[in-house]
């Protein structure tokens, strides 16, 4: 265990667990260390076994856990949270940055009120985004019903943004293994990542029927237009601060019928109806503050190994009496899925097997008998996301066994 200047009795012990994510940790430091609220404790869980330590202490108050290996986000945070001093134990992934009075906003909230058991932040994406329209003309390719206008490359911004705007003029996103990119009918509008403070960067091609034709781009604050020709033409637009704007990753989280979690916000333009503090379902567990004493243990199931793990936390938390709050003065900017991967393997196995794992455990009785004798059944429908590590034969076996055991569990202390 490495110690850097740690304190004998912090108020709050932030718990952050690492696995090879070396590239945040600068700015993630730079963030703790500006914080306005200044009682607190790092403890960092090394699940990699390669955190260099210089990395991760700065001018604070650290400590680094290296577990025995790879034990996961749920067990890391375990290892963590046994370790903690904290009255207050707050659980935060590593690639986030934050605002300064991130922690500040979560200790005033839940020492509000005694009942309250956990507080979580508001969650951003990292990079701001503009609003970008792009007018231009069409045509019919053969044996294609769609007219189609330009084609639009964002290689390297991932596919988050275009989720909540294919409606809006835009194809669904296609891939070739190398490059991804969508096509507008003719007339698109995007909320497209700016780059460094003010840049969004894109490129732009066609087919040959619109080469020689006129595109024309709009933003709040301009417009430009140009001619396609048979390259594609990389587009660079600088938009001023008070022309960007933040998209919500999460701001709390609920459960639908058939037990899905649903995370509010998510893939929205922030609003003022996402500034209000609420009771909430289920706390996201990328910004959590808990309250030891509502705790009788570790906060998380070690088999879940990461997803869901927050979920569960929640429906234990509120099984005991305890109420769950939303503070969106507590601001995180995320990365995302920087660790698995966007739709990889790793989280599509993960995220499947732990959503049923909670049904078992805590779902009404007609949830859990509909679940088992349909969708248990259905998990065919996952082949396509899976690979050798996570097989569809692993996802279907870890399933039903834990599935069952959990069942079974249930019922053993229900008696």
Not at 80 to 108: I, M
Not at 218 to 234: H, P, R, Y
Request: proline share 3%; hydrophobic share 40%.
């Amino acid at each position: 265990m490495h110690l850097t200047g740690v304190k004998n009795s912090p108020l709050v012990s932030i718990v952050v667990v690492d696995y090879n994510g070396h590239r945040f940790w600068p700015k993630l430091l730079c963030s703790l260390e500006n914080q306005v609220f200044r009682d607190f404790e790092l403890i960092v869980v090394d699940n990699s076994g390669r955190l260099d330590p210089e990395l991760v202490s700065g001018g604070l108050c650290s400590r680094i856990i290296k577990s025995p290996g790879n034990v996961g986000f749920a067990e890391g945070s375990n290892l963590g949270f046994k370790t903690a001093k904290g009255e207050y134990v707050c659980l935060l992934n590593n690639d986030t940055e934050l605002e300064d009075q991130w922690l500040g906003a979560l200790f005033d909230c839940i020492v509000s009120s005694r009942d309250i058991g956990a507080v979580c932040s508001k969650v951003v994406y990292k990079q701001r985004f503009a609003r970008v329209e792009i007018e231009s003309d069409t045509f019919r390719p053969i044996g294609d019903s769609r007219r189609l206008g330009v084609r639009i490359e964002f290689d390297g911004l991932g596919c988050f943004p275009f989720e909540g705007v294919e409606k809006n003029g835009l194809y669904s996103t296609e891939k070739d293994g190398v490059h991804a990119w969508a096509w507008t009918n003719g007339k698109a509008t995007l909320w497209l990542p700016c780059e460094g403070d003010r840049t969004v960067q894109f490129s732009l091609s066609s087919a040959t029927e619109l080469h020689g034709s006129s595109v024309r781009l709009l933003w709040d604050c301009g417009e430009q237009s140009f001619v396609i020709e048979n390259e594609a033409t990389v587009v660079s637009l600088e938009i001023p601060d008070d022309q960007q704007f933040d998209i919500v990753n999460n701001a709390g989280s609920y459960l639908d019928e058939a037990w899905r979690v649903k995370e509010r916000g998510l893939f929205k333009k922030d609003c003022p109806e996402l500034c209000q503090p609420i009771e909430l379902e289920v706390a996201s567990g990328c910004s959590i503050l808990i309250r030891r004493s509502a705790l009788l243990d570790v906060p998380f199931d070690a088999e879940f190994f990461a997803y869901f793990e927050d979920t569960d936390l929640s429906l234990n938390l509120k099984r005991g009496g305890w109420r769950l709050l939303y503070e969106p003065r507590s601001l995180v900017r995320h990365y995302g899925a920087a660790t698995s991967g966007v739709q990889s393997p790793f989280q599509v196995f993960h995220s499947t097997r732990n959503r049923f794992w909670v049904i078992a455990k805590h779902a009404p009785w007609n949830v859990v008998w509909k679940t088992l004798s349909r969708e248990l059944w259905e998990l065919d429908r996952y082949e396509g996301w899976m690979n050798e590590e996570y097989s569809l034969s692993r996802l279907k076996w870890e399933t039903w066994s834990g599935f069952l055991k959990r069942i079974w569990r249930r019922l053993c202390d229900s008696d």
